[in-house]
């Protein structure tokens, strides 16, 4: 079992950044693959980024490609998402989400989810 717990949402203006965590309880979680995902209100969640178990690989959409840096500290069971070049169109609930498996941009490819935390862009 992973429990999973999203911080650092907030309000920020175009052009800022933020930098999101996600803490996890459990055991497992070095052994568990994690992505961020986004929802805005309206629209399907979306990929945002992955990484693997061991940090290795990480893998971006291409609409945060080059902004969004996603990075993890097993010691300390907590993966990162630092969002810079922040947009408007950036704004959603943003989860991280484990997986025992390899890359995936699906949502349903994912086990466990945290409660979101809320971004919002202002222009």
């Known amino acids: 079992q992973v429990q999973l717990v999203e911080s650092g949402g907030g309000l920020v203006q175009a052009g800022g950044s933020l930098r999101l965590s996600c803490a996890a309880s459990?055991?497992?979680?070095?052994?568990?693959?994690l992505g961020w995902f986004r929802q805005a209100p309206g629209q399907e969640r979306e990929f945002v980024a992955f990484i693997s178990f061991n940090g290795a690989t990480t893998v971006y959409a291409d609409s945060t490609k080059g902004r969004f840096t996603i990075s993890r500290d097993n010691a300390k069971n907590t993966v990162y998402l630092q969002m810079d070049s922040l947009e408007p169109v950036d704004t959603a609930i943003y989860y991280c989400?484990?997986?025992?498996?390899?890359?995936?941009?699906?949502?349903?490819?994912?086990?466990?989810w945290g409660q979101g935390t809320q971004v919002t862009v202002s222009s």
């Open positions: 989400a484990g997986s025992p498996g390899s890359y995936s941009y699906l949502p349903g490819a994912y086990e466990y």
């Open positions: 459990g055991r497992i979680f070095s052994s568990y693959a």
